[in-house]
């Protein structure tokens, strides 16, 4: 029996997809779901342009839609396959073997791109474990993609070759500019980006310890780590960000920033929150400024973070006062008697500072981050127009740009995220 034989027989949703044995070099299975994409050729070539890697690699494509799809999103589903099929007899010499299997219309309550994902990653699970080896790496990434070329070179040298490393979140970057889409869209993604790294920056602002991306397209686990994280959760959107929080507590998790993946800015309705929805609210509302956390919010997260690792020398006493100088946002969202309860009991479940810490952001997670951010920005502070809040972050964070432009600000973003981040005190 295969390391996860045990956990395919009563956690997969399906039975085994993919009749062809695999072979037995392969290191990377990367995992595409696709729902009404007949223009997934353009994947495809990114994919085959790459630089091959150190182990054999495959691409598992589920092809997938909801209970009540259209017919014209269906159609496009069957030209999705002809179009894979037509490109695999063109492309017979491509370094990797690529498979494409149709999931239909499952009756699953709430099948959406979670269950999609889970699908294709159980199946890359479900050939490693044939091949026993629990150290394969299974690649998460989405159908209006591309990649660079060192893409796959990258994973292997950096992930796969690394055994102490488990999980990742990849490098991305959205296109800035082109000809694909109206100006209108590059613009609007801009300034989503930028969000997304503000957030990102404002958390290593608040000393958090596990400040990482989110983004289901940009993400690789390793077999092992996908069995003992539970595997891909049933969520019909932010599938990736409850992922990401089972996977980082297990240790190994880390940035993968030597290689790139580019989304699509595109419009989408298929979920109601992420790039595609943002990007459609946007156009919907042309001249919108896109609204963000307040930097006040990491402010205040700061002065929790910055005193965790010291919590566990503190008595009751020195705890009480400790939360009786927290600022006002963080007291609305932590009761007095929760804060100390909390402590007391992470405390005694505990034997030193690096347990106490592992337990205190197990409590104070990612998860809960949101929470109280949603909560103060509810009955504190205003949201602020990202951009404006993006500059306030740099000037706080000892960093100088002499820019509002929000397109600057990304690109200084972008620099600064993947390389040494040295705040002032």
């Known amino acids: 029996m295969g390391f996860a034989a045990a956990w395919l027989e009563k956690r997969a949703l399906f039975t085994e997809r993919i009749k062809e044995s695999p072979d037995r070099g392969t290191g990377i299975i990367v995992v595409v779901p696709a729902y009404n994409e007949p223009g997934i050729s353009q994947l495809l070539g990114s994919l085959a342009s790459c630089i091959p890697p150190g182990c054999k690699v495959e691409v598992i494509i589920v092809i997938n839609a909801p209970a009540d799809a259209g017919e014209e999103a269906l159609l496009n589903n069957r030209h999705c396959i002809k179009n894979i099929e037509s490109w695999k007899k063109v492309n017979k010499s491509t370094f990797f073997r690529l498979y494409v299997f149709d999931a239909g219309q499952p009756a699953i309550n709430g099948w959406g791109v979670g269950l999609a994902r889970k699908t294709g990653m159980d199946e890359a699970l479900r050939?490693?474990?044939?091949?026993?080896?629990?150290?394969?790496?299974?690649?998460?990434?989405?159908?209006?993609?591309?990649?660079?070329?060192?893409?796959?070179?990258?994973?292997?040298?950096?992930?796969?070759?690394?055994?102490?490393?488990?999980?990742?979140?990849?490098?991305?970057?959205?296109?800035?500019?082109?000809?694909?889409?109206?100006?209108?869209?590059?613009?609007?993604?801009?300034?989503?980006?930028?969000?997304?790294?503000?957030?990102?920056?404002?958390?290593?602002?608040?000393?958090?310890?596990?400040?990482?991306?989110?983004?289901?397209?940009?993400?690789?686990?390793?077999?092992?780590?996908?069995?003992?994280?539970?595997?891909?959760?049933?969520k019909q959107a932010g599938e990736d960000f409850y992922f990401i929080q089972k996977l980082v507590p297990l240790g190994g998790y880390f940035n993968l920033d030597s290689t790139t993946v580019y989304p699509s800015p595109r419009e989408s309705y298929r979920v109601p929150f992420g790039t595609g929805?943002?990007?459609?609210?946007?156009?919907?509302?042309?001249?919108?400024?896109?609204?963000?956390?307040?930097?006040?919010?990491?402010?205040?997260?700061?002065?929790?973070?910055?005193?965790?690792?010291?919590?566990?020398?503190?008595?009751?006493?020195?705890?009480k006062l400790h939360y009786e100088n927290f600022p006002r946002g963080l007291r609305s969202f932590i009761s007095e008697e929760e804060w100390l309860h909390k402590i007391a009991e992470i405390k005694s479940n505990t034997s030193g500072k690096e347990s106490f810490r592992k337990r205190f952001y197990d409590w104070f997670n990612m998860f809960r981050i949101v929470k109280y951010l949603n909560h103060v920005h509810e009955e504190i502070f205003e949201m602020i127009p990202v951009a404006e809040a993006a500059s306030e972050l740099l000037k706080i964070s000892g960093y100088k740009l002499n820019s509002v432009n929000p397109k600057d600000q990304l690109n200084f973003f972008r620099k600064i995220e993947k390389g040494p981040i040295c705040f002032f005190s």
């Open 127 to 234: 050939r490693f474990d044939a091949l026993e080896n629990p150290y394969g790496v299974i690649v998460c990434l989405d159908s209006d993609c591309t990649v660079e070329k060192n893409y796959f070179a990258s994973i292997c040298d950096e992930f796969l070759i690394r055994k102490e490393r488990s999980a990742c979140s990849i490098s991305f970057e959205h296109p800035l500019s082109g000809n694909e889409f109206p100006e209108e869209i590059y613009n609007h993604i801009i300034l989503y980006e930028l969000h997304l790294r503000y957030y990102l920056q404002g958390l290593r602002y608040s000393c958090f310890p596990y400040p990482y991306h989110t983004v289901g397209s940009a993400l690789a686990v390793r077999a092992n780590q996908y069995v003992r994280a539970g595997g891909m959760n049933r």
């Open 277 to 319: 929805a943002t990007i459609t609210k946007l156009m919907q509302n042309g001249g919108q400024l896109l609204l963000t956390y307040n930097v006040d919010g990491f402010r205040e997260l700061r002065s929790l973070f910055s005193t965790a690792e010291t919590l566990y020398q503190f008595s009751n006493a020195k705890l």
